[in-house]
Every structure is written in structure tokens, then in C-alpha cells.
């Protein structure tokens, strides 16, 4: 679906740098998810935002979810090696139907 | 732990074959989903469903694709005739309420 825009749609960083992600919808939110996959295994959630203005951290990873519900960004601090992969965005619509943006694929080097 | 159960992990089948694909959803979640996943079009969700009942399935090419959920403990998309272009990864999720989605590890179809 476009109506979740991801960007940037890749990003190739060095190790140790921070990095910013972001997710942008055209409608309002009612839930904001932030997954991270190896291309082609299962998704692993990283964190759910529901309130517009909230922020959760967890490890070095930070979201946070704009007062409008209409963007979320995700912040990488001190990038590691671990951190690479596709990390999507997904937003409830309402109903609980859960679309997702395209994907930003980042790679992190040595 | 809980999960989401997704058969075959790996299915190769050739053009006009059908096709189905199994989940089992975690148990007492009211909600499940189906998505592929292609590098082109990335994850898109074909439907979805709420206590066994279709909720949308505008995603899914009606002619040849049909969801159901026989029981709680079963959803299975089929595909019916194959065609080389719904080469994907078809992945299964299940939710509860307005929690979060758990996925399975997905079916990687190959249609020659």
C-alpha cells in the first residue's frame, strides 16, 4: 500500500553512526508498529506506538509518534552491525487492518 | 513461547497446480492476516480476519485466490490455478484486539 511512505527506501551507514527513519501516512493513525526483517524470515516486532506525541525506546532503537498520528520516526543510535536489515513500518487504519509501508533497507559498515 | 505456524516453509510447484498454504494462529487471538511479500511490491496484505470472519480481501485476486478459516486453530490461502508472477513469500500473522501482530516465518512459493 502507498498510503504508508517509508523513507529513505535504503540507507548504508557507518558503524557507530546514528540514523534517523521514517514512516509518513496520508490518514490518521490508530496504531503505529515498527517491525524489523531479514528479507524473506518473519517479522520481529520492535515497538507500538498508539498515542499521538509518545516515544518509546529500547535499547539503542527510538520511536516516536508525531501529535497529529500521521508520522513516526525511528532513531538508531550508535549503529551496530546487528542493526541491519529491513525495518517496515505498519499502521492499523482503523478495524484493526494493519498495512505496511515499502520497506527501508539499511546496511551497516564496518 | 507462542507462535504463529506457517506450512510448507518451502513449496515449488509448477504453473496451473494448486496451491495451499496453512496457519495455525495463536491460540485465543481473534485476528489474522494474510500478506505476501515480493522485493517489487513489498509486504501487501491480501485479507484479513476477525473471530474466523472475512473482513476485507480486496488485496486478493479474486479469480484465482480464496482465504478461509475452516476453525480457530486453521486459516489457508489457496491458490488456484498458479501462475510464475504470485512468486513470493506468503506470510501469516495473528492479533488480539488492537495489540500487536505476531508473524509467522512464512511460505516461500516458486512457481515454474
Known amino acids: 500500500s502507498q498510503e504508508l511512505e517509508q523513507s529513505p527506501q535504503s540507507l548504508i551507514v557507518q558503524e557507530g553512526k546514528n540514523l534517523t527513519i521514517n514512516c509518513t501516512s496520508s490518514?490518521?493513525?490508530?496504531?503505529l508498529y515498527w517491525y524489523k526483517q531479514k528479507y524473506g524470515e518473519g517479522l520481529i516486532f520492535l515497538m507500538m506506538l498508539q498515542k499521538g506525541g509518545e516515544e518509546k525506546s529500547h535499547e539503542k532503537i527510538t520511536a516516536k509518534l508525531d501529535e497529529k498520528k500521521q508520522q513516526s520516526s525511528l532513531h538508531i543510535t550508535a549503529s551496530q552491525p546487528s542493526h541491519a536489515g529491513i525495518y517496515l513500518c505498519?499502521?492499523?487504519?482503523?478495524?484493526?487492518?494493519?498495512?505496511f509501508g515499502q520497506g527501508t533497507r539499511l546496511t551497516i559498515n564496518p | 513461547d507462542a507462535r504463529v505456524t506457517q506450512t510448507p516453509r518451502d513449496k515449488v510447484t509448477e504453473m496451473g497446480q494448486e496451491v495451499t498454504m496453512r496457519c495455525q494462529p495463536i491460540?485465543?487471538?481473534?485476528?489474522v492476516f494474510w500478506y505476501r511479500q515480493t522485493m517489487m511490491q513489498g509486504l501487501e496484505l491480501l485479507a484479513y480476519f476477525r473471530n474466523r470472519a472475512p473482513l476485507d480481501d480486496s488485496g486478493m485476486p479474486k479469480d484465482r485466490f480464496s482465504a478461509e478459516m475452516p476453525d480457530a486453530t486453521l486459516a489457508t490461502l489457496k491458490i488456484q490455478p498458479s501462475e510464475p508472477r504470485d512468486s513470493a513469500v506468503y506470510f501469516c500473522a495473528s492479533g488480539q484486539d488492537r495489540g500487536r501482530a505476531f508473524f509467522g516465518q512464512g511460505t516461500r512459493l516458486t512457481v515454474v
Open positions: 505498519g499502521a492499523d487504519q482503523g478495524a484493526q487492518k494493519l498495512v
Open positions: 490518514k490518521t493513525l490508530y496504531g
Open positions: 491460540l485465543g487471538h481473534n485476528t
